[in-house]
């Protein structure tokens, strides 16, 4: 049996008309035996990505999408579900700490909001004042002011939310906050990674497939979303460690070493200090366009 025109749903016509008409046990005992949904974020195509017509229309020769397709979200796994219920549970549609707001942030209803972090005593209008020696920049604190950082759901390298989603997130936490903070919603900042290495490759193995695995590899460990030592995204703040971008590499199949020296490390263009660790501020991001890789046989 089914329930609707397969566009819009409908009450099961025992459930409708007079209660004296039914048995209550149909009412509490419906049982579907099948269930059909879309295809998750694989689904939202690209545009022009649609071009037949999947029965004849008179006088319509063609078709096609201008605008790519959006909106089409994975199913929540068990674990994430599991992760999720306690935050829930926990905020009570209140938005009180900084994790709240954060949580409540990426449950913002149409702003496939992916990541979010919130800051508290931070106004990302006047963050920065200049130490008395008129060197060093230190943070300003705002007391009674929060400003949630949020990376929308997206495959670009550098995943960056429009005026619209910031103001749709800042409208929704609006609902929950207290009356007394002062909220800002804000994109994170972002610094740009490129590495530069020569690599050994053992003589088994093609020299095009390990230079293109190290450049997926070190391209995925510095992506927002994806990357990271966990492969959940990076930290909001994390630090580069050199040891890991070496590991990262050394794990690459068909990687035997790299050339001592050779491994260097660009942020924002600028060259870092051989063997060095860069330390982001906790509102920043890392992503990676383009990097550098030389392979060889020994």
């Known amino acids: 049996m089914q329930f609707g025109d397969g566009v819009n749903g409908a009450i099961p016509r025992w ?19 099948s269930f059909r ?12 990505t649609i071009s037949a017509l999947r029965s004849a229309i008179p006088y319509v020769a063609s078709v096609t999408n201008l605008m790519p397709a959006y909106g089409g979200a994975d199913e929540e796994s068990v674990a994430d579900a599991q992760v999720r219920a306690p935050q829930v549970l926990r905020t009570a549609n209140r938005a009180v700490t900084p994790d709240d707001f954060a949580f409540l942030a990426q449950e913002t209803p149409g702003a496939e909001i992916a990541r979010a972090k919130a800051f508290a005593l931070l106004n990302p209008n006047f963050r920065m004042s200049w130490s008395p020696d008129g060197v060093a920049a230190v943070e300003t604190p705002a007391p009674g002011t929060i400003t949630v950082v949020v990376v929308p759901q ?4 550098m995943p960056t939310p429009n ?13 929950h906050r207290l009356l ?20 050994i490759v053992a003589p088994t193995a093609d020299l095009g497939v390990v230079q293109a695995a190290a450049l997926a590899t070190l391209t995925n460990y ?24 070496y590991r990262q590499l050394l794990e690459v199949p068909g990687v035997q070493r790299i050339v001592t020296g050779t491994l260097k490390t660009y942020v924002d263009d600028e060259l870092q200090p051989s063997a060095s660790d860069v330390a982001l ?18």
């Not at 879309?38 to 545009?47: L, Q, T």
């Not at 997206?154 to 390298?157: A, E, F, G, R, T």
């Open 222 to 245: 510095f992506h927002p979303l994806k990357g990271g030592s966990s492969g959940q995204g990076w930290d909001f703040g994390g630090t580069l460690y050199f040891s890991e971008t």
């Open 154 to 157: 997206s495959d670009q390298p």
């Open 37 to 48: 949904w879309g295809g998750g974020a694989a689904a939202n195509g690209g545009a022009g």
């Open 163 to 175: 005026a619209g989603t910031l103001q749709l997130v800042a409208n929704w936490l609006d609902q």
């Open 281 to 298: 501020a906790p509102d920043e991001l890392v992503y990676s366009l383009n990097h550098v890789i030389r392979a060889a046989y020994p």
């Open 180 to 199: 007394t903070a002062e909220l800002y919603v804000a994109p994170p900042r972002y610094r740009r990674v490129e590495i530069d290495v020569s690599l």
């Open 15 to 33: 459930l409708s008309g007079n209660a004296s008409n039914r048995d209550d046990a149909d009412v509490v005992n419906i049982k579907a035996t």
